[in-house]
């Protein structure tokens, strides 16, 4: 599956921002989905999950409450929805597909996009 990331962009403290996430290339229906980010000179860190068969959901401690992941099937697409931003949210967006069910752990995300970046600024 090749997934393309995008919606990234500019945004002041407080503001919100919605990232999406287009799957191409095998049925999208098949993955389970999730969002990692990278700031510069850190590790890439886990956002959020959604499973594939019940679209259940699993949230990293900074975006847990701010954050909601999301996914629709019918146009093989899957969002995030980011409120309450900070400049501690500043970084490049991935999402990332597997198969079987939910995980926070990237080494066992076999796809990935190619990111989007999201700057916070005050």
């Known amino acids: 599956v090749q997934l393309q990331a995008s919606g990234g962009g500019l945004v002041q403290v407080g503001g919100s921002l919605r990232l999406s996430c287009v799957a191409s290339g095998d049925t999208f229906e098949d993955y389970s989905m999730a969002w990692f980010r990278q700031a510069p000179g850190k590790e890439r860190e886990f956002v959020a999950a959604?499973?594939?068969?019940?679209?259940?959901?699993t949230y990293g401690d900074s975006s847990r409450d701010r954050f909601t992941i999301s996914r629709d099937n019918a146009k093989n697409t899957l969002y995030l929805h980011m409120t309450s931003l900070g400049p501690e949210d500043t970084a490049v967006y991935y999402c990332?597909?597997?198969?079987?069910?939910?995980?926070?752990?990237?080494?066992?995300?076999?796809?990935w996009g190619q990111g989007t970046l999201v700057t916070v600024s005050s």
């Open positions: 959604i499973r594939r068969w019940d679209s259940g959901t």
């Open positions: 990332a597909a597997k198969h079987s069910g939910l995980d926070s752990l990237r080494e066992n995300y076999e796809f």
